[in-house]
């Protein structure tokens, strides 16, 4: 099997400010990384460019007078909120960095590769159609998923890991049932949304799937909600293609959060997505960059594991350095699943009226 790597030099080089977290750090370690393990040669992986979006593409998910702002604020540099503001040319990284969402699911259709990473900055899924937050600008996932839908896929899983709730993309698709969005997330936590009570709305009630987790949680609550919440939903569901807002802030080391993820729990976590896609859409998985923000300590390494899982490498070897594993013994706190277990349980009451593996006749 061949994964898509999509990359641009270009995505090195949107910067708010040296000292923001959203910083060209978050991808200039992954790629050093990559070159030190023989990614870029290796000859299941394949490196594609991408192109920027059209105007026309992002405006399928955001607002014209939206859109304006940003190109023209990107002239001179701008404000959305206190953690967002517009630098200089902001306009055209971040039609780069939709592009490369488009780019890695018209790669997947096509048959270039049988799953692809958009590893893309600046991220998205905090976007909503009128405005951005939480370092995002445009909303990269929904620009891709309403891509998919101009090219006739028909249903899509929606798969947010990001430690941060995707409160942008969960209200694109809020009310839609040909879309369903679940979402692994630390609660409560920014940006406040996110609870299990959250199941969508009109046609599309019962096709929001939140699954919060307290700070301390670990790879095992993360596999116990896949096998348990995510992997029932998606066989019911049988989507056309798993997109997946790749999320890296969940990691111990992350500055940002309380999570207490590791490297091989996101490489685990990937395996079993891509073994899921091959059970029920053939293989198609698209999988878009979000956060992540341990740019030493954390990127390198899930980003790695990651992308070994979609190549369907060996993950044995997928690990943190030695010197990090003090820093997870005081993060994990083994408590914590016990709090996982109960959101899912009222996640799944919430949602048996709707879907038979939860208990529906």
């Known amino acids: 099997m061949t994964a898509g790597l999509v990359f641009h030099p270009d995505y090195l080089l949107h910067e708010q400010s040296p000292g923001h977290p959203e910083r060209r750090e978050r991808l200039s370690?992954?790629?050093?990384?990559?070159?030190?393990?023989g990614v870029f040669s290796h000859r299941s992986i394949r490196l594609i460019t991408p192109q920027p979006a059209s105007r026309e593409s992002v405006m399928r998910v955001h607002f014209s007078e939206y859109l304006s702002f940003l190109e023209g604020s990107s002239k001179t540099g701008g404000f959305i909120d206190f953690d967002t503001s517009i630098p200089i040319h902001l306009w055209e990284a971040a039609l780069l960095?939709?592009?490369g969402a488009i780019r890695a699911a018209d790669a997947v259709l096509d048959g270039e590769v049988e799953n692809a990473f958009a590893m893309v900055r600046p991220p998205g899924h905090h976007a909503r159609p009128g405005t951005g937050a939480?370092?995002?600008?445009?909303?990269?996932?929904?620009?891709m998923v309403r891509h998919l839908q101009d090219r006739g896929v028909m249903k899509i899983l929606i798969l947010d890991w990001d430690a941060h709730h995707g409160d942008g993309t969960q209200q694109i698709f809020y009310e839609e049932d040909s879309v369903l969005f679940t979402s692994i997330h630390q609660y409560p936590f920014y940006p406040g949304t996110g609870s299990v009570d959250e199941i969508g709305l009109r046609r599309g009630t019962g096709y929001t799937a939140n699954m919060p987790v307290p700070a301390g949680t670990g790879d095992e609550s993360y596999l116990y909600l896949f096998d348990t919440v995510i992997g029932p939903l998606a066989r019911e569901f049988e989507p056309d293609l798993i997109a997946i807002?790749?999320?890296?802030?969940n990691h111990f080391t992350d500055p940002l959060t309380g999570l207490a993820l590791t490297a091989r729990g996101y490489s685990e976590m990937m395996r079993r997505a891509v073994d899921l896609?091959?059970?029920i859409c053939e293989g198609h998985l698209v999988a878009v960059l979000e956060g992540g923000y341990s740019v030493e300590g954390g990127l390198p390494y899930t980003n790695l594991g990651i992308l070994a899982a979609l190549a369907g490498l060996d993950l044995s070897c997928i690990r943190e350095p030695s010197g990090f594993l003090e820093w997870l013994r005081k993060v994990r706190d083994p408590?914590?699943?016990?709090?996982?277990?109960?959101?899912?349980?009222?996640?799944?009451?919430?949602?048996?009226?709707?879907?038979?593996?939860?208990?529906?006749s």
């Open 97 to 99: 960095a939709a592009g």
């Open 277 to 279: 896609s091959r059970d």
């Open 29 to 37: 370690y992954t790629i050093d990384q990559f070159r030190e393990e």
């Open 245 to 249: 807002s790749a999320g890296q802030d």
């Open 134 to 143: 939480g370092f995002c600008y445009i909303n990269n996932m929904a620009v």
């Open 335 to 360: 408590s914590a699943h016990r709090g996982v277990v109960e959101n899912a349980n009222a996640l799944r009451t919430n949602l048996s009226p709707f879907w038979r593996c939860f208990g529906s």
